[in-house]
C-alpha cells in the first residue's frame, strides 16, 4: 500500500486507475483521498463481486480499456487483450495479473501497460495538448 501513497503524492494525479486483486486497497486509497477519483475493476482474487470485470472509460478525449487480465489469458500471451482493445479502438489498454510491468506503444499507436506489482512498480499516463505518454515508474 505505501507505493500506492507515494506514487499518489509524487505525481498528483488526475485519476487513479486500480486493476484488481485486493479491491479493498482501492477503497482504502479512496478514504485517505477522498477527492481523488478512483476507477477500479476486480481481480481473480478479489472473489465475488458484482463490478464489472472489464470497463472502457474516457479521460481528457482518449478512449481506455482496462481489466485485471485474467480474462484474456495474459499470462499466456497478450494476443487477446489486444484484439479486444483494437475491436473496442481504445487508445490504451491496461491490465495487471501477470505482476510483470509492460510499457510498450504498438505500431498502431495503442499504448499497452501493465504496471506491474504494486509493491514494485506503477504506472503513469500523462495527456498533454492530446498527446499520451506512458512510463513505469519503480516504488522508492
Known sequence: ???????I????PDQVIHLGDLLQDAEML???YPRLPICRVPGNCDGWTTEP????ITLAGKQFLLSHGHLWGVKSGYSHAISDAKAAQVDV???????RSLCHQLEDGLWVMN????????????????????EIFPVN
Open 9 to 12: 503524492d509524487r505525481h498528483l
Open 93 to 99: 489498454l491496461l491490465f495487471g495479473h501477470t505482476h
Open 115 to 134: 504496471p506491474g506489482s504494486s509493491r514494485s512498480s506503477y504506472g503513469f499516463i500523462e495527456i498533454k495538448d492530446g498527446t499520451l505518454h506512458c
Open 30 to 32: 479512496a478514504d485517505i
Open 53 to 56: 470485470l472489464k470497463r472502457q
Open 1 to 7: 500500500m505505501s507505493g500506492m501513497y507515494s506514487a
